[in-house]
């Protein structure tokens, strides 16, 4: 499929989105959000890919926020529907997504491309990254869900501390707060980011869309996390994976997942 703003491209196993905006830094306006959906729905259903790298173009900027030329006269409403659309389409079906997302922090992620980047299952960023949640100098709070998965990664007094100040962290800040989880040169990120998908992709693409679900349900509430880990691990013993892994392990040879 061709796109306006985002270039998708699978090679051996991982597809690489890659938000391409630059001019604008890569901000996220109506149609981006829309194309990422039909991205990411369309990798996580290809067979083919079994992780997901996204990333932005240039050597600035991953994703420098919500286009705010876009959203600047809304009324209430309107600000209401743009956050629960959002958050629908992009941001809650990442996270969501059975396919493993790796998010390659390439510059400012600021706003809601910090919210995507904490959408995404980890996080590897580049030595000139710059991470901050600016929304309260707009006179506005993050609406991607900002809220709820920064104080999760970080914890809630450095997530207060970030949302209040309005500040920028940078790469080894983040690292030191475990909001990614390598820090490498902008030359390094993306093989870094696609040498670590080619690990993750030697293992059960099922056991591993099962352990996306049961880590998920830890923030979901009203869901007793221990009893969907339960219920998922019970799952995956009427798996092919299972029976190949097992199977291989006893064998003394790699496993070679059907993925079913
Ligand atoms: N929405 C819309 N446009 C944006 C944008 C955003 N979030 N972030 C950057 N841009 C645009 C700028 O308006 C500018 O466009 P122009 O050349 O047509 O004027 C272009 O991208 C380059 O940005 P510029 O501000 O000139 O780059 P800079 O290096 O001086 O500053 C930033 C970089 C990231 C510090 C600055 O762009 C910025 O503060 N952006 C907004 C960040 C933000 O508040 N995000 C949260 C939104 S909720």
Redesign the pocket.
């Given at each position: 499929m061709s796109y306006n703003n985002i270039i998708s491209k699978e090679n051996n196993g991982i597809t690489t989105i890659t938000i391409n905006r630059p001019?604008?830094?890569n901000?996220l306006n109506r149609e981006t959000i829309q194309e990422l959906h039909e991205a990411f729905d369309e990798a996580d259903n290809d067979k083919d890919t079994k992780v997901i790298i996204i990333t932005g173009s240039g050597e600035?900027?991953f994703v420098?926020?919500?286009?705010?030329?876009e959203f600047a006269d809304f009324d209430v409403n309107e600000g209401t529907s743009l956050a629960a659309k959002g958050q629908e389409l992009l941001f809650n079906f990442v996270e969501n997504l059975s396919t493993p997302v790796i998010a390659a922090v390439n510059g400012?992620a600021?706003?809601?491309g910090l919210e995507l980047a904490m959408s995404a299952h980890f996080r590897v960023a580049s030595d000139n990254a710059k991470l901050g949640l600016?929304?309260v100098?707009?006179g506005?709070i993050p609406g991607y869900g900002g809220t709820q998965r920064l104080p999760q990664l970080v914890g809630k007094g450095r997530a207060m501390e970030m949302i209040m100040t309005a500040g920028m962290i940078d790469a080894n800040q983040a690292l030191s707060y475990g909001l990614v989880n390598h820090v490498t040169s902008l030359e390094e990120l993306l093989p870094l980011c696609e040498k670590m998908a080619t690990k993750i992709s030697r293992n059960s693409t099922v056991a591993i869309s099962a352990a996306i679900r049961a880590i998920n349900a830890n923030y979901k509430d009203g869901v007793d996390g221990y009893n969907v880990e339960v219920t998922e691990f019970g799952n995956c013993f009427g798996t092919d994976d299972f029976e190949e892994g097992t199977t291989a392990f006893l064998q003394k040879r790699k496993a070679d997942f059907p993925g079913e």
């Open positions: 001019k604008k830094l901000a600035k900027a420098a926020g919500a286009d705010i030329s400012f600021l706003g809601g600016p929304e100098s707009l506005v």
